[in-house]
């Protein structure tokens, strides 16, 4: 399954957006407000919305300033979160936020909905960081 959100523009340089993405914790200032559960380690970070599992993301890979790779940390439910950071100008830059997971089809049937409306709120809220 993948998954885009819109691209959205951030009031930040390319190098400010990555390195806030890079801090693991600053999630959950873009988190949605349905946040059950944060908690946050030095490259990971454990979430719950309400009515929705634990979900553990750890930072995978990065790409100074461009891209930020975060992974599930859980063998159940395999996937990829990718931010896309592009330059705008010295003070903005744009990001996409692509995710791809591994499931079966009626996970998937299950799934796709929540998880694009969240990958969509979390593309929004960095407007605002």
């Known amino acids: ?6 691209t959205v523009t951030v009031n930040k ?4 957006l990555f390195d806030f993405l890079t801090d693991v914790k600053n999630f959950k200032v873009i988190m949605p407000k349905n946040i059950d559960k944060f908690e946050a380690t030095e490259n990971a970070f454990n979430f719950a919305l309400k009515g929705m599992p634990n979900i553990k ?6 790409e100074p300033p461009n891209k930020i790779v975060l992974a599930s940390a859980s063998d159940k439910f395999p996937f990829t979160l990718t931010g896309n950071i592009n330059v705008i ?3 903005s830059s744009s990001i996409k936020l ?3 997971g591994n499931f079966n089809p009626m ?6 909905g929540p998880l ?10 960095m407007t605002g960081i």
């Open 1 to 6: 399954m993948h998954l885009e959100s819109p």
């Open 13 to 16: 340089s390319a190098e400010n």
């Open 57 to 62: 993301l750890k930072l995978e890979s990065q």
């Open 89 to 91: 100008s010295k003070d």
């Open 98 to 100: 692509d995710f791809k």
């Open 107 to 112: 996970m998937t049937m299950m799934i796709k």
């Open 116 to 125: 694009q409306k969240f990958i969509n709120t979390l593309s929004k809220n």
